[in-house]
């Protein structure tokens, strides 16, 4: 595998220390510790969960200024008020014009609420949850994520992540053709498998860097053109 110094090297030479210290200061979220993550309530984080399920395909700026309608829709988000809702009360929200009108993501809100709920009563909270993840097998929580929740897969599980503050990589494109381009992967990611390989590498770097994941991801990105 090939050394990290090599690759920021590389982002160095393209886009300059300043330029790279500002991607990470203005496009990763503040990473959160352990202890933060399990500071925050349940209901920011099912409403940070329902945020990026609606942020998905649109533009954020749309959909964050619709956000206060959504916690009002959703009774601040309180995931056992949101899971007591009913199918009718949801279907109800698509004659809300402050709302994004998507039946599907809606649903999916609601389904989430059930789904924290369960958490908490097994794990002690999202936060916990998140918290006592190992970073060493992020990828994990991804597909842990996607098996728990509603329209959590894909990207959208590393994203909503991002959102909370627990340090993980990502597979944009610019990422995965950086993998493409030191070697560790051959093409786009197809399952477990190629994720598995990426999660080594990540965890190489981490070693040998001391950096967070996001930032050796948004390193990786930088280093191609």
Avoid: C
């Avoid at 203005?26 to 309530?41: C, G, M, N, Q, T």
């Avoid at 014009?97 to 609420?113: E, F, P, S």
């Amino acid at each position: 595998m090939v050394a990290f110094a090599k690759i920021e090297k590389a982002a160095l030479k393209r886009i300059g220390a300043k330029e790279l210290e500002d991607r990470f200061k203005h496009r990763i979220p503040k990473i959160k510790s352990a202890a933060e993550l399990k500071k925050v309530p349940d209901d920011r984080y099912l409403s940070l969960m329902a945020l990026r399920i609606f942020r998905a395909g649109l533009k954020h700026d749309m959909v964050d200024a619709k956000w206060p309608a959504f916690e009002k829709a959703f009774h601040g988000f309180d995931p056992r008020r949101v899971r007591a809702m009913s199918d009718e009360a949801i279907e109800g929200l698509m004659k809300n014009a402050a709302l994004i009108r998507h039946l599907g993501k809606l649903q999916a809100v609601h389904a989430n609420g059930a789904a924290v709920v369960a958490l908490a009563d097994e794990k002690g909270g999202v936060g916990a949850y998140l918290a006592d993840w190992p970073g060493d097998n992020i990828v994990g929580l991804w597909d842990d994520l996607a098996k728990r929740f509603a329209h959590l897969g894909g990207g959208s599980g590393p994203q909503f992540l991002r959102m909370a503050g627990k340090d993980t990589f990502t597979l944009s494109d610019w990422v995965v053709k950086a993998l493409n381009e030191w070697g560790v992967l051959d093409g786009t990611p197809k399952g477990k498998a190629d994720r598995a390989k990426v999660q080594v590498a990540f965890n190489g770097w981490a070693k040998e860097t001391g950096k967070p994941l996001a930032h050796l991801s948004m390193t990786l990105a930088s280093s191609v053109d």
